[in-house]
């Protein structure tokens, strides 16, 4: 096995080690009786990275951008709900139900989509857009989905050897999402995560060299909507109400789409970063009654990334990771010993410390240099730090 494959014991003995850790958490509240709610923080943390990782395998890595990640996202909790409310089933057969039915969606709504080279461009992200709100509609006015009153959950059955419902929610929110990610990583590192980015640096050259484009497009298409849908369809029990209003509103494709470019879209650990970071801030700032603020804060944070970090966190923290962690660390730490606020709290401060750090030019950063051109996954050139570099990247972007 190659040094540089994928899957090498190194790799796959990493994967394993930040599962363990992760799945021994619950295991740990349980001992030192810490707060039950950083369970519930934790769960949303990997509801939200499963989600910005599915729009990110689509999304990041071909270049169209989409706006149908509530259609999904809301199929698998329409379908959850109507499945366990309505029907008596138990919680877990209805998640490959509900990821079976928002693939069937993403699938269908591919195959109109890419077979019609006219919907291409801004007219693409507006049919998805289409697609999520006239979902939306005919859950709000067919009785047989809701017809507008909404279904409360209740609690469904699950299996006992999975604890409390909030320790259920989170291993299998855990699960959910280190499938997602793990998936994303290694079509980064495959041939068809190859012709994903080829198609999304170009697609006409794509399919001059062979790339197999329709069916690429297509199947990642439909990998974005099972992810989504299976994710939400969890998320149905953790909301117990759902109603139109809220499943299909723009915050959950917004959301997506603002953690992946702020965390980076053409790294399968962009997603990871941001939707840690923007959860992580925008959850404390609400909890201290500044929600308003908080998306102000988001704005600018969007506007600085994409104006100077264009490959987003994850390009600027492989480059020069020490500094962002050392003050992670660092303000962790000192905000510990010096304030009685929550890990959560703490740990959030640590978060914008090192978010500080990654802005800052590396002629300021001690230790960095002028900072390293990386290469990034699909072989075009990435963004040279704090330099206006992607001009020949972003009109692909914004043009499908």
């Given at each position: 096995?190659?040094?540089?494959?994928?899957?090498?014991?190194?790799?796959?003995?990493?994967?394993?080690?930040?599962?363990?850790?992760?799945?021994?958490?619950?295991?740990?509240?349980?001992?030192?009786?810490?707060?039950?709610?950083?369970?519930?923080?934790?769960?949303?943390?990997?509801?939200?990275?499963?989600?910005?990782?599915?729009?990110?395998?689509?999304?990041?890595?071909?270049?169209?951008?989409?706006?149908?990640?509530?259609?999904?996202?809301?199929?698998?909790?329409?379908?959850?709900?109507?499945?366990?409310?309505?029907?008596?089933?138990?919680?877990?057969?209805?998640?490959?139900?509900?990821?079976?039915?928002?693939g069937t969606i993403a699938l269908a709504t591919a195959f109109l989509v890419f077979?019609?080279?006219?919907?291409?461009?801004?007219?693409?992200?507006?049919?998805?857009?289409?697609?999520?709100?006239?979902?939306?509609?005919?859950?709000?006015?067919?009785?047989?989905?809701?017809?507008?009153?909404?279904?409360?959950?209740?609690?469904?059955?699950?299996?006992?050897?999975?604890?409390?419902?909030?320790?259920?929610?989170?291993?299998?929110?855990?699960?959910?999402?280190?499938?997602?990610?793990?998936?994303?990583?290694?079509?980064?590192?495959?041939?068809?995560?190859?012709?994903?980015?080829?198609?999304?640096?170009?697609?006409?050259?794509?399919?001059?060299?062979?790339?197999?484009?329709?069916?690429?497009?297509?199947?990642?298409?439909?990998?974005?909507?099972?992810?989504?849908?299976?994710?939400?369809?969890?998320?149905?029990?953790?909301?117990?109400?759902?109603?139109?209003?809220?499943?299909?509103?723009?915050?959950?494709?917004?959301?997506?789409?603002?953690?992946?470019?702020?965390?980076?879209?053409?790294?399968?650990?962009?997603?990871?970063?941001?939707?840690?970071?923007?959860?992580?801030?925008?959850?404390?700032?609400?909890?201290?009654?500044?929600?308003?603020?908080?998306?102000?804060?988001?704005?600018?944070?969007?506007?600085?990334?994409?104006?100077?970090?264009?490959?987003?966190?994850?390009?600027?923290?492989?480059?020069?990771?020490?500094?962002?962690?050392?003050?992670?660390?660092?303000?962790?730490?000192?905000?510990?010993?010096?304030?009685?606020?929550?890990?959560i709290t703490v740990f959030a401060y640590g978060l914008v410390a090192a978010l500080?750090?990654?802005?800052?030019?590396a002629r300021v950063v001690p230790g960095t240099g002028s900072g390293r051109r990386?290469?990034?996954?699909?072989?075009?050139?990435?963004?040279?730090?704090?330099?206006?570099?992607?001009?020949?990247?972003?009109?692909?972007?914004?043009?499908?």
């Open positions: 096995m190659s040094s540089r494959h994928p899957l090498r014991p190194q790799v796959l003995a990493a994967w394993a080690l930040v599962a363990l850790l992760l799945a021994a958490i619950p295991t740990l509240q349980g001992i030192f009786d810490f707060p039950l709610y950083n369970l519930i923080f934790l769960y949303l943390v990997f509801f939200w990275v499963a989600q910005a990782t599915s729009w990110n395998l689509f999304s990041g890595y071909s270049g169209y951008f989409s706006f149908g990640q509530g259609a999904f996202f809301g199929a698998g909790m329409y379908t959850t709900a109507i499945l366990g409310a309505r029907h008596g089933w138990s919680l877990l057969p209805t998640l490959p139900i509900a990821a079976l039915v928002a077979r019609l080279r006219r919907l291409s461009g801004e007219i693409f992200a507006l049919f998805t857009l289409v697609v999520a709100l006239g979902i939306g509609a005919l859950s709000n006015n067919w009785t047989a989905i809701d017809g507008g009153r909404g279904i409360p959950l209740g609690q469904l059955d699950y299996p006992d050897w999975l604890g409390s419902t909030t320790q259920m929610l989170y291993y299998v929110g855990l699960l959910i999402a280190l499938v997602a990610v793990f998936i994303a990583y290694l079509i980064q590192h495959n041939r068809f995560g190859a012709g994903l980015f080829a198609i999304r640096d170009d697609e006409k050259v794509a399919e001059a060299i062979g790339v197999p484009t329709l069916r690429y497009k297509v199947g990642v298409f439909a990998l974005n909507g099972v992810i989504a849908g299976i994710s939400g369809g969890l998320h149905a029990q953790q909301v117990n109400f759902i109603s139109p209003g809220s499943t299909f509103s723009l915050r959950v494709p917004v959301f997506v789409i603002l953690m992946s470019v702020v965390g980076g879209r053409r790294h399968w650990f962009g997603p990871v970063l941001g939707a840690v970071l923007i959860y992580t801030v925008t959850d404390r700032m609400s909890g201290a009654g500044y929600a308003e603020l908080s998306q102000i804060v988001l704005a600018l944070v969007l506007i600085t990334a994409t104006l100077f970090l264009r490959g987003g966190i994850s390009t600027r923290l492989l480059e020069r990771p020490v500094p962002p962690v050392v003050a992670l660390v660092a303000v962790t730490a000192i905000s510990a010993l010096l304030t009685d606020s929550t890990a500080v750090v990654l802005f800052l030019p990386r290469r990034p996954p699909g072989g075009a050139a990435e963004p040279v730090l704090g330099r206006d570099e992607d001009a020949d990247v972003a009109p692909q972007e914004s043009g499908r």
